[in-house]
């Protein structure tokens, strides 16, 4: 069966520093990875995914994440984080032939004034 | 664009109460599913449909009972309500049968069982 690690479930940070959200998922032939934020009181929100092709991808609101095969990681980094950037992030994972999404249990980015 | 709508938004049962949460998506999207998501466990699948007609059990379908008579609505019921279901749900939808595509999230139903 799939897993997703999140390694951290709770993340504080002050504006305008770089921030880093680790995830590790469990090996596979072929995986696809996704990133999701989560507003409160909101659904969640796709900001980028690997499929394929160049392990850096970027996605919306200036975050990125780098597909790392041989420490089965997709960390998600942004430069500069904003006060709008207080959310949940979640990583998920689907992989060979699961039809399905495994999530991670989801990390709360705080970004402190 | 209205995406993927969920009703209601929030709701307080009694234990062994019985209601439906409400799904429906405008994309004409063939596949749908109902998540519920608890605190420290990120969302966890109920059940997912492929396509009208078609439904199959998720990781923690016990409880629930869905059906899937049109492409646009996936209603989810609780036959019993327990207060092991309290808890916010979430249906999303994606395009055909590439498994790999996104997901759309509806706002969730937040719901109380007492």
């Known amino acids: 069966a799939q897993s997703v690690t999140q390694l951290d479930s709770q993340v504080p940070v002050f504006e305008e520093a770089p921030v880093e959200l680790r995830c590790n998922y469990s090996?596979?032939?072929?995986?696809?990875l996704f990133w999701y934020v989560q507003y409160p009181n909101q659904g969640l929100q796709l900001l980028l995914k690997?499929?394929?092709?160049?392990?850096l991808v970027k996605g919306i609101n200036g975050f990125e994440a780098e597909f790392n095969k041989s420490q089965t990681s997709f960390h998600l980094r942004k430069p500069s984080v904003h006060i709008s950037d207080t959310a949940e992030y979640f990583c998920?994972?689907?992989?060979?032939?699961?039809?399905?999404?495994?999530f991670g249990s989801g990390t709360q980015l705080t970004v402190l004034p | 664009n209205a995406g993927v709508t969920q009703t209601p938004k929030f709701q307080v049962l009694k234990t062994g109460q019985s209601m439906t949460l409400q799904c429906a998506q405008d994309m004409n999207h063939e596949y749908m599913s109902w998540y519920r998501q608890d605190p420290g466990m990120g969302l966890r699948l109920i059940h997912y449909s492929v396509g009208a007609g078609i439904t199959d059990q998720g990781e923690v379908p016990n409880g629930y009972n869905v059906s899937r008579s049109t492409t646009e609505d996936f209603p989810l019921r609780l036959l019993s309500a327990a207060p092991s279901q309290t808890s916010v749900y979430f249906c999303a939808s994606r395009s055909g049968t590439v498994s790999n595509q996104p997901q759309h999230f509806g706002d969730g139903t937040r719901l109380s069982i007492l």
């Open positions: 690997y499929l394929s092709g160049s392990t």
């Open positions: 998920a994972s689907l992989s060979g032939s699961a039809r399905q999404l495994t």
């Open positions: 090996s596979s032939v072929s995986v696809y």
